[in-house]
């Protein structure tokens, strides 16, 4: 231990300065480019709530929330978790974005997801979510982790689900990721590693409502930090690596109480099916990061994918735009997957679509993407 460190360490012990009372609460916020921001701030009290901390503001011109001359956005702490790296009593804030005026922010989906959850309908229906986030591990900007420099490994097959040197490329920060995201608070119910090396997926889930996407968000922040820690970097870009490697995914996993009931749960999945293969383009909109464009060189019809030119929906198929897991069908109940959307889409946003199209019957496609 250096010395300056040393006599902090003695600072603490002591009760000298503020440290014992204080509380650090991490304002975690979506920037124009849906990427996370996140700032810092000490209080003098506890944070039990997420109203117990304070509103706060940041530059929004460094982020492309705002214009320079009038740059002052709003966060606002909408969701609570425990500080997996600095530890108890220390916190992390999921936070809205709103511009000066109190409308929304560019970026933030939460507010007319919120909305739209709290509607009476959609209370009743209990919508439930489960996302996996699929992501790429890098060890610089376009190098994933592990890969020869210029070049390629092994084409795919012993990746996923892999064990071992050469096979499971990254394991230390999906082992620590999910560690921290368990000690926070965060609803991670599985991990594994994916088909392209140094492609892992993590599950959040089951979530009722707006909780998906702060916890999904909260837990894409951990895994950034985590990272961090070891001078890596995560790309949620659909498809990081060209040619024959798998993209990258948020599988959206979603049902309803009717959905859940073994009386006829299961006509009620192929009702909110037909619905959505109504308006694919609405959603299609919705599940990346630009409009749909992102995912275009993901959803190619071809390494588990579906076309984005095409819905279609099976059961037990992995190749379709919508899947009934086998066991939902043979139980008569159960769940849908909706496999459209990208690594890098917003939960918010991806919830609050569906919702719209299956639960409030909401109608009518946009153009093509
Ligand atoms: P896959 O076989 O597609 O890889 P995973 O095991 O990775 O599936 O993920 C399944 C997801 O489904 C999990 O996130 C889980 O929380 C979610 N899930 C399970 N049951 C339900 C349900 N009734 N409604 C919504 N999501 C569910
Ligand atoms: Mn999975
Ligand atoms: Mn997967
Ligand atoms: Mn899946």
């Keep these: 231990m250096s010395h300056g460190r040393k006599d902090t360490f003695h600072a603490f012990k002591s009760g000298v300065g503020l440290a014992d009372n204080c509380v650090i609460a991490t304002y975690v916020w979506i920037d124009a480019h849906q990427e996370v921001r996140s ?19 940041f530059d929004g011109s460094s982020t492309d929330q705002a214009t320079g001359r009038n740059s002052d956005c709003w966060i606002k702490p909408a969701a609570l978790f425990k500080d997996p790296f600095r530890l108890e009593p220390h916190v992390l804030l999921m936070c809205d974005v709103y511009n000066y005026d109190w409308t929304p922010a560019i970026g933030n989906n939460r507010d007319s997801c919120a909305k739209v959850m709290l509607q009476t309908a959609v209370q009743e229906a209990k919508p439930w979510f489960g996302i996996e986030q699929e992501y790429s591990i890098l060890e610089s900007a376009d190098q994933p982790l592990g890969w020869p420099k210029g070049g390629f490994l092994r084409p795919q097959g012993p990746y996923y689900c892999g064990v071992g040197a050469g096979k499971a490329i990254g394991r230390e920060i999906v082992e620590t990721h999910l560690h921290r995201c368990l000690y926070a608070g965060v609803k991670v119910c599985g991990t594994n590693a994916e088909v392209m090396p140094s492609q892992w997926e993590f599950q959040v889930g089951i979530c009722e409502g707006i909780e998906i996407g702060d916890h999904l968000w909260m837990a894409r922040y951990i895994l950034k930090m985590v990272a961090e820690e070891h001078n890596y970097s995560i790309t949620f870009d659909p498809k990081p690596v060209k040619g024959a490697w798998n993209g990258a995914g948020c599988h959206t996993n979603f049902s309803t109480h009717a959905m859940r009931d073994s009386n006829h749960g299961i006509s009620e999945i192929n009702a909110a099916i037909e619905k959505l293969g109504k308006r694919p383009n609405v959603h299609l909109k919705a599940y990346d990061a630009n409009l749909g464009e992102d995912n275009k060189r993901r959803l190619v019809g071809a390494y588990e994918t579906a076309s984005y030119k095409e819905f279609s929906s099976g059961v037990a198929d992995r190749g379709a735009s919508i899947r009934i897991p086998r066991h939902c069908q043979s139980e008569g109940c159960g769940y849908l997957e909706d496999r459209r959307p990208a690594a890098n889409c917003d939960p918010y946003a991806v919830a609050e679509i569906i919702v719209r199209t299956t639960i409030l019957n909401e109608t009518g496609d946009s153009e093509a993407i």
């Excluded at 009290?45 to 706060?56: E, F, G, N, R, Y």
């Design 39 to 57: 700032k810092s701030r000490v209080l003098q009290h506890k944070v039990l709530t997420p109203q117990d901390a304070p509103i706060w503001n």
